[in-house]
C-alpha cells in the first residue's frame, strides 16, 4: 500500500486561508469517508482534527474543515493563526482493511 | 480522562525482538479497536497495525513492511494492548505510538523510542 500524495510543504500569512490535499486512490481516499487529519507540532504526539472526511473533533477549532472528491481529500484552514504551524497528515482506510498516512505536509506561517 | 501510556521501548540489536505495551484508562477498552503507529527520526507517521475489539473479531491487521514479524494483542482484562515486535531491522528505529479512535475524538500515547542497532 503506498503512502498518500500531500505536498511537503505549504505556507500562507495570518488570517488567510489554505488548502492541503491528500491524493490516494480508489483503494483507499476514494473507496470510503474514512479520511483522518493530523496536526503534530515538534516533539508532541499527533492530534486529530478531522476524521470520517469532515467531521471534527470536539474542542478542533471550526478554522478547521475538510472534504472529499474522488480520489483527493483537502484539508483547509482559514483564518491562519501562528499556532497552526505544525505538520499535518492525512490517512485513510483501505480495501485491504489497513489504514495509509500520507506523507506530512509542513505548514509554515509567514 | 483517557490515558495511553506506553512502555517497553529500548535498544536493540538487529534480529532482536522487542515487546511494547500500551497501558490504557479511562474508557471502556474492551470496546475499541487499538492501532500501533510509528515514526521514524525525523520523518512522517506509519501505520503499523490494528486489533478489532473481541465483539468485532478481535483479528488483528498489519502493514506490510511489518506483516509477519509483529504481532498485536489486546488484554481486555488488564486494558493492555501489546505489540510483539521480532525479527527487527534497522529500519524499524522509531517512536511507537499507540492511539485510539472513538466517540468522534482519538487520543495518542506519549510514544515510545525503539532503537534497533548493533
Known amino acids: 500500500q503506498s503512502a498518500l500524495t500531500q505536498p511537503a510543504s505549504v505556507s500562507g500569512s495570518p488570517g488567510q486561508s489554505i488548502t492541503i490535499s491528500c491524493t490516494g486512490s480508489?483503494?483507499?481516499?476514494?473507496?470510503?469517508?474514512?479520511v483522518s487529519w493530523y496536526q503534530q507540532h515538534p516533539g508532541k504526539a499527533p492530534k486529530l482534527m478531522i476524521f470520517?472526511?469532515?467531521n471534527r473533533p470536539s474542542g478542533v477549532s471550526n478554522r478547521f474543515s475538510g472534504s472529499k472528491s474522488g480520489n483527493t481529500a483537502s484539508l483547509t484552514i482559514s483564518g491562519l493563526q501562528a499556532e497552526d504551524e505544525a505538520d499535518y497528515y492525512c490517512?485513510?482506510?483501505?480495501?485491504?482493511?489497513?489504514?495509509?498516512f500520507g506523507g506530512g505536509t509542513k505548514l509554515t506561517v509567514l | 480522562e483517557v490515558q495511553l501510556v506506553e512502555s517497553g521501548g529500548g535498544l536493540v540489536q538487529p534480529g532482536g525482538s522487542l515487546r511494547l505495551s500500551c497501558a490504557a484508562s479511562g474508557f471502556t477498552f474492551s470496546n475499541v479497536w487499538m492501532t500501533w503507529v510509528r515514526q521514524a527520526p525525523g520523518k512522517g507517521l506509519e501505520w503499523v497495525g490494528h486489533v478489532k475489539s473481541k465483539s468485532e473479531g478481535g483479528t488483528a491487521n498489519y502493514a506490510a513492511p511489518v506483516k509477519g514479524r509483529f504481532t498485536i494483542s489486546r488484554d481486555d482484562s488488564k486494558n493492555t494492548l501489546n505489540l510483539q515486535m521480532n525479527s527487527l531491522k534497522t529500519e524499524d528505529t522509531a517512536i511507537y505510538y499507540c492511539?485510539?479512535?472513538?466517540?468522534?475524538?482519538?487520543?495518542w500515547g506519549q510514544g515510545t523510542l525503539v532503537t534497533v542497532s548493533s
Open positions: 490517512s485513510s482506510y483501505t480495501t485491504s482493511s489497513t489504514w495509509v
Open positions: 480508489s483503494s483507499d481516499v476514494g473507496a470510503y469517508n474514512y
Open positions: 492511539m485510539a479512535e472513538f466517540g468522534g475524538s482519538g487520543y
Open positions: 470520517d472526511v469532515s
